[in-house]
């Protein structure tokens, strides 16, 4: 059965927030595409900081911040967590941006909580298959989705995304279903995507993508939010965790307004209660590490990741 999720916000509060269309395919089909959602300078700098965190995970193997598999064509980078503390304030601009905070509130309520922040790629050649998955299980009170913008090009036949509409509603055997159908899963569509296009996805969505051959660069930006009440209800943190990510929120509005003066800004209506006080400090406030993770659907640990 479909939970039947309370919108805590009004969904057309500005521009930069959901309709109530939009919200209710988005809970129909655990994702929504959003066409050229982040464009001009704001694409450019994060496109340039992706290629900056590439080089600086090759240059620093040993940093556990870095993820490499193995793979046919040899050791490959193919991840990079805690992107907000690698020297690139693009990605603190990207978290400020009304165009991911209004999405935030419009599906967590005012209390959101940005949970995770990495880049998943394959690099040119990389034509790994990503198998079918479910990011986490949950209760399904509340939403948690990914915020998935596209830096460069996905096409069919290239790596592109395959997602199964309507699986978010419940824990798959994501094993039955590669074992059944491979890729060809009757519901399955791909997901083509342009860079500055997001794709939302709820993380009980089952998704992934089919090996390919001379795969183009394609590298994604992932941003997790959860609701506050969500994380208190279900763990897997804890109230400390919430207020030293919460900090993360005062520092993207910052950098945002800084290299964005002229454009319209986001209003963060988190509670009293809730909202943090600032430490001074970049090394504790920029990464806060995560010593557990709620447990997803995985045929196998292999290398799925976030996708």
């Known amino acids: 059965m479909q939970a039947q999720f309370a919108t805590t916000t009004e969904p057309s509060l500005t ?14 089909n655990g994702y929504l595409i959003l066409r050229n959602h982040i464009m001009g300078a704001l694409l450019e700098r994060l496109q340039s900081a992706g290629q900056h965190w590439i080089e600086a995970g090759l240059k620093d193997p040993d940093n556990k911040d870095f993820t490499f ?29 009304p165009q991911v905070l209004g999405v935030a509130e419009s599906l967590c309520g005012s209390n959101f909580v940005p949970t995770y922040e990495s880049m998943v790629f394959k690099q040119e050649g990389d034509g790994e298959a990503i198998p079918w998955h479910q990011d986490a299980v949950h209760p399904r009170g509340h939403r948690i989705f990914n915020y998935d913008l596209y830096l460069d090009q996905s096409r069919v036949g290239a ?8 699986s978010q509603t419940g824990r798959n055997d994501v094993c039955k279903i590669a074992e059944i159908y491979g890729w060809d899963h009757p519901h399955a569509i791909s997901v083509e995507m342009n860079p500055g296009d997001v794709l939302l996805h709820d993380v009980m969505v089952v998704h992934g993508s089919e090996r390919t051959a001379g795969n183009a660069l394609r590298r994604t930006i992932y941003y997790e939010f959860r609701a506050a009440e969500e994380i208190l209800e279900d763990g897997p943190w804890d109230a400390e965790w919430i207020e030293r990510r919460m900090r993360l929120i005062p520092l ?8 964005f003066p002229n454009q319209p800004q986001f209003h963060w209506h988190v509670s009293d209660a809730l909202r943090p006080e ?17 447990q997803g659907a995985f045929c196998s640990a292999g290398n799925a990741g976030k996708v």
Do not use: C, W
């Open 15 to 28: 521009e930069a927030h959901l309709t109530a269309e939009q919200i209710q395919f988005f809970d129909e």
């Open 69 to 97: 598999a193995k793979r046919e064509i040899g050791r490959v980078l193919y991840r990079v967590d805690y992107v907000h503390n690698k020297n690139e304030i693009a990605s603190l601009e990207l978290l400020g941006a």
């Open 159 to 166: 790596g592109a995304l395959r997602v199964i509409p309507k």
């Open 252 to 259: 993207g509005l910052s950098a945002y307004q800084r290299q």
């Open 278 to 294: 600032a430490l001074g400090d970049d090394a504790q406030e920029l990464k806060v590490a995560h010593t557990t993770h709620m």
